[in-house]
C-alpha cells in the first residue's frame, strides 16, 4: 500500500484500491464490468461520452425512483403506526426537470417549489397543482398570483406583508388558499453539528415567539386557511439531534395554536445528509420516518392533542446520490507546495478536467467535499493524491479538493463524479461561457437525454448585440 500524502486532509485514507466504488456514495446500479469499465444502469461510461459529450450529469433513474418510494414508505409506515399520515414533498430546488417531476409524483410524493419557474416546470410536467407547495422569502406578487390561480396546495408565508398578499390574491380570485407559515426554530443544523439559540440571524420565516400573533392575522382572513407550522433548519445534516429540538419547539406551540382553531399539519421541512465521500456515514431514511413519528406521537400525547399529518420536503436524499458526473481529464500538473510550519514541500498532482464550478459551484461555495474515480478503465497503479481542477479562470474552481486516485490517471481519462443529483445543475451557470452539460437518464441500459445540453449557439442566441 502506498503511504499517504501530507497535504492529504485527515479524513482522506489511502484506499487499498482506487477502483472500488463505495455503494454509500455511487447510484445503486452502478458497477465496474469485467474490462474494468464502470457501467452505470447498463451503459459503460465510455459510451454516455461518446453519445452525449462531458461533461454530462448521468442520472440512474431507478435509484433517483427508488429512493422517493422508500422515503414515502417509511414515512406512510411510522405515521400510520402512530396513528397518523405523512406527506412528502420533493424539494424541486434541488434539480427539477419535467421528467423527474414525473418520477416523484409516479412514486407518491408531492412537489415544494421555490419560484415560479420551478411552478412552471412542475405545471409543465402535469403534476396536479394542488400537489405543489410554494415557498420563499420574497415571492413576487405575479408568483403568488400564479400560484393562486393555479390551485396550489400550500403556501408558505415568510412574513407579515405576505398574508395580505397571498389573502388579496385568493379573494381575486374566489379561493380559499392554504397556507403555511415558516418559523425561525433557531435551531440551524449543519453536518456533524447543530446549533439552537433563541434567535437565529437569518432571512427565513418568523421568530417562534411572534407566530401566535402571525397566525391570528392569518386566521383573521376569510380567504385563507391555515394549515399549520412549517420549519427547516439547514441542509446535509447527518445528526438527528437538531431535528428533534426543532420539532420539540415547534410542537409546543403547535399544541398551543390549536386553542384558537384547527392545525391540521406539521412540516418540519428536509435536509436529510448523504454520502459524497465514503466517510459520509448519513442517518438511514428509516430510522428518520421513525424518529420524527416518535417525537410528534410524543409530543401528541404530553399535550393531550391529536397527533398531526407531518410534512417532510427532502431534496438532496431523493436525487442527490442518483447522478454521476462524467469528465475527460485534460491536462496534469504536479504542483511542489511546502508544508506549513516546516521547510519540507510535497507534492499535489492538479487533474484539470473540461467542466468545473460553472456545473458543480457547491465545492467552491461551500468547500464541499466529493470524491472521484477513473471511470473508464480499471488501474493497477498505486494511489496518488490529486486536486480535481475545473477549467475556469478561477484559482478556486476545484471540482473534487482531495482524493486517491490510480497514480498513472491519464490526459483522455474519463472521471466519475458520484453523488452530484442535487444542486449540481441545480445551480449550474454560463461562466465564461460554458453551455451547461446535458443531464441523461439511464435506465436498463438505455440512455436518453431528459435536459439538453447548451451549445455556444443557444448562449449567443441571447446576446442582443449579435449581428446576422
Ligand atoms: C425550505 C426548504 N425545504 C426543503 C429543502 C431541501 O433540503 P435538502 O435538499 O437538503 O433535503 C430546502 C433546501 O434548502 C429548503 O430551503
Redesign the pocket.
Known sequence: MSSSNPLAPSWLAVPNDANVLPSAVWSQNTTRDVSGEVVIAGVGASTIAQRFGTPVYVVDEADARTRALTIRSAFDREFARVGSSAKV?Y?G??FLCTEVARWVTEAGLNI?V?SGGEMAVALAAGVDAGRLGL?GNNKSLAEIDRAVAAGVGAI?IDSVIEIERVAEAAARHGRIQPVRL?INSGVHASTHEYLATAREDQK?GIPLADAPGVVALIRERESLRFLGL?S?I????FESDGFAEAAHRLFGLHARLLEGGEVPELNL?????IAYTSVDDPLDITEIARRFADIVSEGATEFGIPVPVVAI??????I?PSTTTLYEVGTIKDVEVSLPDSAATAVRRYVSVDGGMSDNIRPSLYGANYSARIVNRASEASPALVRVAGKHCESGDIVVHAEYLPGDVTPGDLLGVPATG??GWAMASNYNYLGRPPVVAVRDGVARVIVRGETEDDLLSRDAGVRP
Not at 439547514?234 to 445534516?237: A, E, F, K, V, Y
Not at 421541512?269 to 445528509?273: K, L, N, P
Request: aromatic share 14%.
Open positions: 414533498y424539494a430546488k434541488a415544494d421555490a415557498h408558505v415558516r427565513f412549517h427547516h439547514g441542509s446535509q445534516i421541512g428536509g435536509g436529510f445528509g420536503e427532502p431534496g438532496r436524499s431523493v442527490g442535487a444542486y
